[in-house]
């Protein structure tokens, strides 16, 4: 016995190893290849439909990411989660040797399927092997991985980009997904499921189609058609219709791709509100801060994910911290709770942030943000998993994940929307027709146009992306005192694997035993 207790620890921290650098392939991505993506214009052509690089995978990810969640709950972890894999791995093979803009959109949806298990196979076969008393530990190492991607993502991509070609943006996922595949095959062994209910193709494909519609209609909005155009009105009605019969048919399906049950459960709810109000603020913050940094303060573009470090590093500690205090006591609801008072804090100071604002000034505001959603980012999925059976793990993953993506699409469509809107008005109060004209394309200026600016409008354009975060952020704030608000009714359910538990009813509660797992 305390031989196996000995090599537990070691064999679950060897899968959590191959766990990490699956995660990361999914997280480094599109930040590598947004870096190499003038290189690839240059190359393959087909500026008009740059977009759709972006788009096609993000809308390939968001719509399989409930899909793989319930695979793995019905067929195996293990099984859906190396499959994932090898189709992100394909889907990047194949972009890298695309020739033209048609083929690399498509191949980058491929890979966008194969990036919707990823991320929540690595929460789920964790859900499997660490009791939710014990996962606090790991929580560090995943806020690492994140904090990793998107500081060291752009770097990388100009990296690679500059010294091997844009080609192995994509090139670079295979040796580091074939590390991965070949640990979790050798060392990763999950209780073998087989589901006698077929797959309820009817609720993918309501569910595909409606969550397709709300990313377009995201993506889209204020940018490629007017809000109130007919194809976003369509788009609205498409989604609204298909979600509305999504859920009517969950009610009636002998197996449904997203049990509405485990909504039932009141934590489980209150975490998918969080999830979606963090990935709306975190990515709204990641898309402003850095142009702000860039057009107000002169910072340069070069290393723009280092801009981020104060905010990024704060997460990091924080959910560090957090991990750690769950698991030496067994609490949690003083984190969200504290999350959403520093995030909405944080984001306030944020919002009076000026053309006059240092750079140390505002390092300060973004380590607030961080502390905040440093209590937030990993305690949502904890707590998630904790309020489901076992059986619905994977679901609860991949529903957690899903809201914290549909948060984070509305985030960059809303602030970037209203940021948008103050930018120009500012331009034209500041600059008049000159500044109308300037930002009549776009609002957001690249550091070579900014550069060719005469000195009164490149002034006026200062003032107005300072007025344009301050709206976004103003909003940012208020929307995040929901998450305060959410968190104050989360009921803190001892978590599975608390020591002081009988023994009969923790046999009950705790997940499979890591002794069959590993």
Not at 202 to 222: E, N
Not at 385 to 396: F, P, R, T
Not at 450 to 464: E, I, N, S
Not at 469 to 488: K, M, R, Y
Request: charged fraction near 10%; hydrophobic fraction near 50%.
């Amino acid at each position: 016995m305390a031989d196996t207790e000995t090599k537990e620890p070691r064999s679950v921290r060897v899968v959590l190893l191959a766990l990490l650098i699956a995660m990361m392939l999914a997280m480094l991505d599109n930040m590598i290849v947004g870096t190499a993506m003038p290189t690839i214009v240059g190359e393959l052509g087909g500026l008009e439909h740059l977009s759709w690089v972006v788009t096609g995978y993000t809308l390939a990810t968001a719509a399989s990411t409930p899909i793989w969640g319930k695979l793995g709950d019905m067929y195996g972890r293990k099984g859906a989660f190396m499959s994932s894999i090898v189709i992100f791995l394909i889907g990047s093979a194949l972009s890298g040797m695309a020739q033209n803009m048609g083929e690399l959109i498509g191949f980058r949806a491929v890979q966008g399927l194969g990036a919707g298990g990823l991320m929540v196979g690595v929460m789920a076969i964790i859900g499997d092997l660490v009791p939710p008393r014990e996962r606090g530990k790991y929580q560090g190492m995943i806020a690492g991985v994140m904090a990793l991607a998107m500081i060291g993502g752009p770097l990388v991509g100009g990296t690679i980009t500059d010294n091997w070609g844009w080609r192995w943006s994509f090139y670079i996922n295979l040796p580091l997904g074939a590390v991965a595949l070949v640990v979790i095959s050798a060392v990763l062994h999950l209780p073998k499921k087989r589901s006698k209910a077929g797959i309820d193709y009817l609720g993918v494909v309501l569910l595909t189609v409606g969550i397709t519609s709300i990313v377009l209609v995201t993506t889209w909005g204020g940018s490629e058609y007017a809000w109130t155009s007919a194809r976003i009105m369509e788009l609205i009605g498409i989604g609204v219709a298909t979600l509305i019969g999504f859920v009517f048919w969950q009610t009636r399906a002998a197996e449904p791709v997203l049990p509405l049950h485990i909504f039932r459960s009141g934590n489980f709810t209150l975490m998918s509100v969080i999830g979606f109000i963090t990935g709306f603020v975190m990515f709204g913050a990641t898309l402003f801060l850095p142009l702000y940094q860039q057009s107000v303060q002169g910072a340069s573009a070069t290393n723009s994910g280092l801009l981020l470090l104060p905010m990024l590093g704060a997460m990091l500690v924080t959910s560090m911290v957090a991990g750690r205090v769950t698991t030496s006591t067994g609490r949690y609801k003083a984190f969200p709770i504290v999350g959403g008072v520093l995030m909405v804090t944080g984001l306030y100071l944020l919002s009076l942030m000026d053309t006059g604002t240092s750079r140390f000034t505002s390092g300060v505001y973004m380590a607030v943000l961080g502390l905040g959603m440093g209590c937030l980012m990993q305690i949502t999925m904890l707590v998630a998993q904790n309020s489901v059976e076992m059986k619905d793990i994977g679901v609860a993953s991949s529903s957690t994940t899903l809201f914290r993506t549909l948060g984070s699409s509305f985030g960059v469509a809303i602030m970037g929307a209203l940021f948008n809107h103050r930018v120009q008005d500012v331009m034209a109060e500041r600059a008049g027709t000159l500044g109308s004209k300037i930002t009549e394309q776009s609002a957001q200026l690249d550091a070579a146009h900014l550069a060719k600016l005469p000195a009164a409008a490149r002034d006026a354009y200062q003032h107005a992306v300072s007025a344009g975060t301050h709206s976004a952020f103003l909003l940012g704030a208020g929307i995040a005192v929901i998450v305060l608000i959410a968190a104050l009714f989360v009921k803190e359910v001892p978590l599975r694997g608390e020591p002081q538990k009988p023994q009969a009813e923790a046999a009950d509660a705790a997940p499979a035993p890591m002794a069959e797992a590993v």
